[in-house]
């Protein structure tokens, strides 16, 4: 089976060095990313909600509002540009997601 569900995204997923390179870039910037009422709770020094983490996994779907509102990861030169995927940073987490069905396919924590 060639279809999208069945592929094999591994050769998509972030490498060590492009994780350890954007953790160096990024580590001291605060992203806003979500919804107004989590961004208090984070500032405030809370956690995200169980449910809400549960959502940034692998193989799940990325809401719409995270995927159209979400901040986009800047351009570097250090990390890859793959056509057909956006990375997105959402609450120190840089998520990496197929465009055309919005699936997580990595995910990791900036601090």
Do not use: C
């Amino acid at each position: 089976m060639d279809s999208r569900r069945d592929r094999d995204y591994s050769d998509y997923r972030f490498t060590t060095r492009e994780r350890e390179a954007l953790r160096n870039r990024m580590s001291r910037r605060d992203y806003e990313s979500l919804p107004p009422g989590l961004q208090k709770k984070v500032a405030r020094g809370g956690k995200l909600p169980p449910g809400w983490q549960k959502k940034l996994q692998k193989g799940q779907r990325l809401p719409d509002d995270l995927y159209y509102n979400g901040q986009r990861l800047p351009v570097y030169d250090d990390i890859r540009h793959i056509d057909g995927v956006t990375d997105v940073i959402i609450d120190n987490e840089v998520v990496r997601v197929i465009d055309a069905t919005q699936t997580i396919i990595d995910v990791f924590g900036i601090r």
